[in-house]
């Protein structure tokens, strides 16, 4: 999926920059749980945004109190 996504933008002369959404914030740990997720919420979300930044992704929709973690985690621009 996030290749597809990356693919679409080829050829583009502007394309625009992609974010990723890792975890919806309204989830607590129990319904991650139940999605067969057996992380934190906020160890998911690093693993996610993680991975949308090895795609290619220009970084991660992220909580607002969630920011400095992420950025001390993955550099600044990683979660916007």
Known sequence: ???AARGALEGLT???ELLAVSVL???DRRQLEATGVER???TQAELLVR???DAGFAGSCARRKKRPHC???LGR???W
Do not use: E
């Open 77 to 79: 621009k990683a979660c």
């Open 25 to 27: 914030t309204s989830m």
């Open 51 to 53: 991975i949308g930044m």
């Open 1 to 3: 999926m996030l290749a």
């Open 40 to 42: 934190d919420p906020a």
């Open 71 to 73: 950025a001390r985690s």
């Open 14 to 16: 502007d394309p625009p």
